[in-house]
């Protein structure tokens, strides 16, 4: 089964601060899914990603999907107290049901 | 509403009661999906349906868990004989067609007593 993991689990920056999360696959992603999640809510959706290479940006979000697509980031610039909250990759395996595989999440606080 | 409505967003019970969820999804959304989602953790998939039809149901933990969306609108997650591990978060994603972006409900947050 496909496994998906997070890194950094946490981290705490300053505001204005750039920082960046990394998921990696231990299998080919055909379709990378990032959202947020605040606690005690549901996940609200940011991106999607599906070809290898491919770069999407929203606002200050700006997500990869590399070209051997097993490894996506999801970089944040000139972070603000809105951004905090849980980023969770989600990867589709492909099979054909459409089912999400999700990482752990990593906890994003910003300090003003 | 405009995005995916679920209900309640609390609910206790007592072990070995049962209990129903909710999940109105997106209108005209085909795909819905039911995921668990323990504490510390990201959801884990429990259902798929597309419109009416269950097409994947390989997460359901046992047989005390239920699922149907018998008009391809709305879907009730159905938990017989609740157990202390069945307390989670219950999410409720639907998506336009299938390999769509999924979109959530705020969840329901089961504790069994």
């Known amino acids: 089964s496909q496994e998906l993991e997070q890194s950094p689990q946490s981290l705490i920056v300053q505001e204005g601060k750039n920082l960046t999360i990394n998921c990696t696959s231990s299998?080919?992603?055909?379709?990378l899914y990032w959202y947020k999640q605040k606690y005690g809510e549901g996940l609200i959706f940011l991106m999607m990603?599906?070809?290898?290479?491919e770069e999407k940006s929203h606002e200050k979000i700006t997500a990869k999907l590399d070209e051997k697509k097993q490894q996506s980031s999801l970089h944040i610039t000139a972070s603000q107290p809105s951004h905090a909250g849980i980023y969770l990759c989600g990867a589709d395996s492909g099979a054909g049901s459409y089912q999400l595989t999700f990482g752990k999440g990593t906890k994003l606080s910003v300090i003003p | 509403g405009a995005g995916v409505s679920q209900s309640p967003r609390y609910k206790v019970a007592k072990r070995g009661q049962d209990v129903a969820l909710r999940c109105d999804p997106i209108s005209g959304h085909v795909s819905l999906f039911w995921y668990q989602q323990a504490l510390g953790q990201g959801p884990e998939f429990l259902t798929y349906?597309?419109?009416?039809?269950?097409?994947?149901k390989s997460g359901l933990p046992s047989d005390r868990f239920f699922a149907e969306r018998p008009e391809g609108s709305v879907s009730t997650l159905k938990i017989q004989r609740t157990q202390q591990e069945d307390s989670a978060v219950y999410l409720c994603?639907?998506?336009?067609?299938?390999?769509?972006?999924?979109?959530f409900g705020d969840g329901t947050r089961l504790s069994i007593l």
């Open positions: 299998k080919t992603l055909y379709g």
């Open positions: 994603a639907s998506a336009r067609v299938g390999n769509q972006p999924q979109h």
């Open positions: 349906f597309q419109n009416e039809a269950q097409l994947d």
């Open positions: 990603l599906q070809k290898g290479g």
